[in-house]
């Protein structure tokens, strides 16, 4: 069931990012021209953003389809992992786009640039819609995979974007205040990246096996403690090998008499139904392992 109901959630992923794609790659040559046209570098970060939003987007949707490979005799979990790699790339282009409006809006600061203002906010309305729907077609997927939530959140940077190319292209018509323009700037790229560091650093915990979000390691030890026929609790391992796959391995040191397959069983029901952990190797021992002597058995 768990299989299917990932299956499930790939193909949609899948339909999502897809057309996500087709929407910013078709507007993201009209607002780098419109950008250096209209000379607005609010309008320039935003393309920018829509540039790694094309980029992320093609990414994410080829790390699902490579993830769908089935797994072989080298790679024996197959290529999900490829799902995490691809989310953590995404985060640090973010970085990367981040620093280099901070950089141009300093240096627009020093000298001030001539601005069209109406085309500037006519090509930012657009690309706000664009990034609406886009939003839209991503919202559903973003919480169970970290893949669709890096592309969420490069689309929703740069939605807030366009609504500051917006502000600014009317601020700038209005008064004539040039400064707005790179203000904006640098106001997206400093609100972009702690969300961006949030995403990078969930990457990071998947890609060294921590204890996925969202499970307390100590309920896990005493839930399985609490099964009946366990006397011990060691070497437990939580991991995840990509988005919303958590695995767990641990050693049961079995109480006198306890049948070890009856045992396993309930112990496995328990973290199924508890902490949705399907994926489940436990090792019984009538002895405690640690203690050089061992009889044990796998599941």
């Known amino acids: 069931m768990g299989s299917g109901h990932q ?6 992923n899948k339909r999502a990012l897809t057309l996500a794609l087709g929407l910013t790659g078709t507007f993201l040559i009209v607002e780098v021209i419109a950008g250096f046209w209209t ?6 970060s935003d393309a920018a953003h829509m540039l790694t939003d094309t980029a992320g987007l093609a990414i994410a949707l080829a790390a699902i389809n490579i993830g769908e490979r089935p797994a072989d005799s080298r790679r024996t979990f197959g290529y999900q992992r490829f799902e995490i790699l691809a989310a953590a790339f995404n985060a640090v282009v973010l970085f990367l786009v981040a620093g280099y409006i901070l950089f141009e809006g300093y240096k627009r600061f020093v000298e001030p640039q001539e601005i069209q203002s109406l085309p500037m906010m006519l090509v930012a309305t657009i690309g706000l819609g664009v990034n609406l729907v886009s939003m839209r077609l991503l919202s559903s997927g973003k919480d169970s995979s970290l893949n669709v939530k890096g592309a969420y959140l490069e689309v929703w940077s740069d939605m807030l974007g366009s609504f500051g190319v917006i502000a600014a292209g009317l601020i700038i018509w209005l008064t004539g205040w040039r400064w707005v323009d790179p203000l904006v700037a640098i106001g997206i790229g400093l609100w972009v990246l702690p969300r961006t560091w949030t995403l990078l650093k969930e990457t990071i915990n998947v890609l060294l096996e921590g204890v996925p979000e969202g499970i307390d390691l100590d309920a896990v030890r005493n839930a399985m403690l609490g099964t ?5 609790v060691h070497d437990l391992h939580v991991w995840a090998l990509t988005s919303n796959a958590p695995s767990l391995s641990a050693h049961l040191v079995l109480a006198d008499g306890a049948d070890a397959d009856a045992t396993r069983s309930s112990a496995a029901e328990i973290l199924e139904s508890r902490f ?18 061992e009889d044990h058995g796998l599941h």
Not at 7 to 12: A, C, L, P
Not at 39 to 44: E, H, K, M, T, V
Not at 228 to 232: S, T
Request: proline share 3%; with cysteine; net charge negative.
């Open 228 to 232: 009946p026929g366990v006397r011990e």
């Open 39 to 44: 000379g607005s570098l609010a309008l320039i």
């Open 7 to 12: 299956h499930h959630q790939g193909t949609s």
């Open 276 to 293: 949705h952990i399907e994926h489940v190797t436990l090792q019984t021992e009538r002895t405690d392992c640690r203690d050089g002597r």
